[in-house]
């Protein structure tokens, strides 16, 4: 099951009274493929919202629709409610305000404690979200222009900033950012979801962060890596051309614990000499090291100082 399953069957389970069904039913109803006055058709991918459609046009009007599946060419059913009595149409437009010039949203329709629900409705008939974990992308497919401002402006309304787009030729009112998604899941009733979406955010929050470690310790010994062959090239080439006896007590010593170990950090060899030194210590005399190489490496010579 999809997380947008997931979002639909939670919200189809808390709408259990009188007040609460007609203003979903209305939202359904609204955002559905055809309203018109010689036919309204009902249709889903999702089992659940259509069957929550024919329980709550039957409560509400006292009359179940025909129903029917199809196959879409992708090969995935959809599940069809389809009302073609004229007689009860006309009773859903006046029960609803409906209008035969156009479809508007009229939310003085519904109590302002049933807009979360009416906008449940919404996202039944044409709503959809993405698995948290590979984006935050909610989105409504509205069936007209008017709707799609409508939708846009109920979202304002509750603080969540939403865009517009055309895709074709439907309207499309979409949401990004996790935070906007879940203030709209809370809204529309979702609650379970919502924790859902937060917990998932909150592990793809910690791993980002494990994975920041990780490159960061990695280009960290990578670094270190580099340096030290870096290091062993330059007493190797001494040790070749000049001999170590070359460098001084002090230079030769750090010379020979390198050579011993590449994978010893520059505390590890400070540690093992027989004065210990500090890092910086160290590091300061491979430097004069490396400074022997290059003059060697520019064709001059160095002798013992």
């Known amino acids: 099951m999809s997380f947008s399953d997931e979002v639909k069957k939670e919200l189809c389970t808390y709408i259990n009274d009188k007040d609460k069904r007609f ?3 209305y939202g359904m ?49 959809m599940y069809i409610y389809d009302i073609t009595d004229t007689e009860l149409i006309g009773k859903v437009f006046e029960r609803y305000h409906f209008s035969t010039y156009g479809r508007h949203m009229d939310t003085e329709i519904v109590s302002t404690g049933s807009l979360g629900v009416f906008t449940a409705g919404v996202f039944l008939a044409c709503g959809s979200v993405n698995d948290p974990e590979k984006e935050y992308h909610l989105e409504f497919t509205a069936p007209e222009e008017t709707l799609a401002h409508g939708l846009a ?42 924790l859902e979406l937060m917990n998932v955010k909150i592990y793809k929050d910690v791993r980002n962060k494990a994975n920041r470690i990780t490159n960061c310790d990695n280009a960290n010994i990578n670094k270190v890596v580099t340096a030290s062959m870096k290091q062993v090239e330059d007493i190797r080439l001494i040790a070749s051309t000049m001999g170590l006896d070359v460098l001084s007590e002090e230079l030769r010593e750090v010379a ?49 100082r």
Do not use: M, W
């Open 23 to 25: 203003a979903c039913l």
């Open 29 to 77: 109803l609204l955002f559905s493929r055809i309203l018109a006055s010689e036919r309204i058709c009902f249709q889903s991918k999702n089992k659940t919202a259509a069957d929550t459609f024919g329980e709550l046009f039957g409560k509400v009007f006292g009359s179940i629709p025909k129903f029917r599946e199809s196959t879409a060419k992708n090969n995935k059913i």
């Open 153 to 194: 402006d109920l979202l304002a309304d509750i603080g969540v900033t939403s865009g517009l787009t055309i895709r074709r030729g439907q309207y499309v009112v979409y949401i990004k950012g996790s935070e906007s998604i879940e203030d709209t899941l809370t809204f529309i009733g979702a609650q379970q979801c919502t």
């Open 256 to 304: 020979e614990l390198r050579l011993s170990s590449t994978g010893l950090s520059l505390q590890d060899i400070g540690d093992s000499l027989s004065i210990p030194l500090s890092r910086s210590g160290v590091n300061h005399r491979l430097k004069k090291i490396a400074k022997i190489a290059d003059e060697i490496r520019a064709g001059g010579g160095y002798e013992k």
